[in-house]
């Protein structure tokens, strides 16, 4: 009896220090993120310190108007936009990993970013608006929609009986193909200059980012967010296994169907504002889960803090690699994700699986 009684305060001593680290650990990827935030505004053809953009971020009245309307107006879109887009792809990644149990899953698993390229190809080399009604923002338009009618193709045959997992995954693969084929074929036949067009869509750039696009992601996420966090222990009883999560009253298939819907609305938006940004969906939550453990109440902010710096670093070396030119983000994301991702696998990836 006495030896029970002194493992119980040991235990409850135990997980108190690892709940203390794991919101240390938030609270450092927190302050990471605005540091980061703070250096892409500062990176510009006018260079400008890193306090002063943060005394005229929090205290705008105290900056000239100068550098208030280069910070707020024109930088702050950019940087402020690549942090929504890194935390909804992110958490959109973490949450197709968590119901597929697949460490490679990720948005573009399942063929969004294609599906949206190839909208956006068709408002590019045809005209063709699949919205008439907003011809003015027909290139975003097409990509959100095509983007959600790829996501809803997937979620009404993943409502039928039989269907598992790999073949989720498998029909994602297939519609990755199937767009591509189609987006070369538009390709062949466009002029140069919509030919130019589709080429640096596909790439993803931060540079057409505007205060309303930002406040679009953030609204995605905050509706997101929170039905996430309601499900959080069913979400990390799942990673146990499909059969131990029904075991503990988890309604396995209607969870994955809720989580799907909700992640295609998280890759959509994001996509149709920015392009095809890679990697993000699958280093963020895999930095998330090595950090912080599969405990989605930690999980869930970790991976969005991740994804979200990620992509603001992103962001600054887009800016700092070339003076006088800001990169397609997009690229860089590609070459510094690879060696990432790789070196993720080789050292720690099986440990997190």
Same mark, same amino acid.
């Given at each position: 009896m006495a030896s029970l009684s002194t493992e119980a305060p040991t235990t409850a001593m135990a997980y108190r220090g690892l709940v203390v680290r794991r919101v240390l650990l938030l609270g450092l990827l927190a302050g990471l993120l605005v540091l980061s935030v703070a250096v892409d505004v500062s990176l510009g053809p006018a260079r400008y310190e890193v306090l002063d953009v943060l005394r005229t971020i929090f205290a705008p009245g105290s900056a000239d108007v100068q550098m208030r309307v280069v910070v707020w107006d024109i930088r702050m879109p950019m940087a402020v936009?690549?942090?929504?887009?890194?935390?909804?792809l992110s958490l959109a990644g973490a949450q197709m990993q968590t119901i597929l149990a697949n460490p490679l899953a990720?948005?573009?698993?399942?063929?969004?970013?294609?599906?949206a390229s190839f909208g956006a190809a068709l408002a590019m080399v045809l005209g063709v608006a699949l919205f008439p009604a907003v011809i003015g923002l027909m290139v975003p338009i097409n990509a959100f929609l095509m983007a959600m009618a790829a996501a809803l %193709?997937?979620?009404? !045959?993943?409502?039928?009986?039989?269907?598992? +997992?790999? #073949? /989720?995954?498998?029909? $994602? @693969?297939a519609l990755v193909f199937t767009f591509n084929a189609a987006l070369a074929l538009l390709q062949?036949?466009?002029?140069?200059?919509?030919?130019?067009?589709?080429?640096f869509w596909t790439m993803g750039s931060l540079t057409k980012a505007t205060w309303p696009k930002v406040?679009?992601?953030?609204?995605?996420?905050?509706?997101?967010?929170?039905?996430?966090?309601?499900?959080?222990?069913?979400?990390?009883?799942?990673r146990l296994g499909e059969a131990r999560a029904a075991a503990m009253g988890v309604p396995v298939r209607r969870l994955r169907l809720?989580?799907?819907? %909700?992640?295609?609305? !998280?890759?959509?938006?994001?996509?149709?504002? +920015?392009? #095809? /940004?890679?990697?993000? $969906? @699958?280093?963020?939550?895999?930095?998330?889960?090595?950090?912080?453990?599969?405990?989605?109440?930690?999980?869930?902010?970790?991976?969005?803090l991740a994804g979200a710096l990620i992509l603001s670093a992103t962001s600054v070396l887009s800016k700092a690699l070339l003076p006088g030119a800001v990169l397609p983000i997009g690229?860089?994301?590609?070459?510094?994700?690879?060696?990432?991702?790789a070196a993720l696998i080789l050292t720690k990836g099986r440990k997190a699986w």
């Open positions: 936009l690549a942090v929504t887009v890194g935390a909804s990720s948005p573009f698993t399942l063929g969004l970013s294609a599906a %193709l997937i979620f009404g !045959l993943s409502t039928l009986r039989g269907v598992t +997992v790999e #073949t /989720i995954i498998l029909l $994602g @693969i062949y036949f466009a002029s140069e200059q919509a030919l130019s067009a589709v080429v406040g679009v992601t953030a609204v995605i996420l905050l509706i997101c967010v929170p039905l996430f966090a309601r499900r959080a222990w069913a979400l990390t009883a799942i809720e989580a799907l819907f %909700l992640v295609s609305l !998280l890759a959509a938006v994001p996509v149709s504002f +920015v392009g #095809t /940004i890679g990697f993000i $969906g @699958i280093v963020g939550p895999h930095v998330a889960r090595l950090l912080l453990g599969e405990d989605q109440r930690f999980f869930l902010p970790g991976a969005m690229i860089i994301t590609a070459l510094v994700g690879v060696p990432f991702f």
